[in-house]
């Protein structure tokens, strides 16, 4: 079982997460699996979090699972739905899905090429052959952009909260620090890291584990990768 990855983010992440068009993002994914014609009988979610982004999307399927390598973000998920905990670089499934989808930089969470290079063997392992991994990661550019305006206090409910954001760019990593106080007065910390590979080396470890590049764009909207992009979305393709 994983450990307590978010344990206590997860009492204030709806609140963390509330600027995010989760209807828009779901839109925007339907219409990559439309575009490229991504059979969707079997769908497994990565690092889905509260469970809002697939929520929204509304795609037929036979089975949609939803997973976390955190509990507690996966008992805020109503019960109706497919809910499994594990770290996505070790999945315990068989090769049973048509479509894996990771959103909002989850990917960047994985702290080295050796564990990127594992959450790419083991998607491939579970994905029929033809099958499609639709995934984002959010850029060195993103970091050096964003770090003023994620320090920031908020409440929520009977709670405060305070982020702060810092970029290391010799280590690639970037850490959000949360201070969260509860109501008896306790006050518990929690720093979470992304961090940050060059293009050049996720298409490399794609390539490896015997996916093909489909698509690699600005995220949303669908422009040429540069240097001033925020979030590249990648399509991939298993080879089988």
Not at 15 to 21: K, M, T
Not at 133 to 157: A, C, I, P, Q
Request: with cysteine; net charge negative; glycine share 4%.
């Amino acid at each position: 079982m994983p450990g307590n990855t978010y344990s206590k983010i997860s009492l204030i992440y709806d609140d963390l997460v509330r600027h995010v068009n989760y209807s828009g993002w779901a839109e925007y994914l339907q219409n990559i699996i439309d575009e490229y014609n991504i059979s969707h009988d079997v769908v497994l979610e990565l690092a889905s979090g509260t469970g809002k982004l697939f929520s929204k999307l509304n795609i037929e399927t036979r089975l949609k699972i939803l997973s976390d390598i955190s509990i507690e973000m996966l008992t805020h998920i109503d019960k109706s739905n497919s809910r499994v905990c594990f770290d996505m670089t070790l999945i315990p499934f068989k090769r049973e899905c048509d479509l894996v989808i990771s959103s909002f930089d989850s990917v960047n969470h994985l702290e080295s090429e050796s564990r990127l290079n594992s959450l790419f063997a083991e998607v491939n392992r579970i994905l029929k052959p033809g099958g499609y991994f639709l995934f984002d990661v959010v850029t060195e550019h993103n970091s050096f952009s964003y770090l003023d305006s994620y320090s920031k206090k908020r409440k929520t409910g009977d709670m405060k909260y305070q982020q702060s954001s810092e970029y290391d760019a010799i280590k690639k990593r970037h850490r959000n620090r949360f201070l969260i106080t509860f109501p008896s007065g306790e006050v518990v910390e929690e720093d979470h890291f992304e961090y940050i590979f060059p293009q050049e080396t996720i298409i490399a470890l794609c390539e490896s584990n015997n996916f093909k590049v489909v698509g690699t764009f600005e995220a949303f909207t669908g422009k040429k990768v540069t240097e001033n992009t925020l979030r590249i979305q990648y399509i991939i393709r298993s080879n089988g």
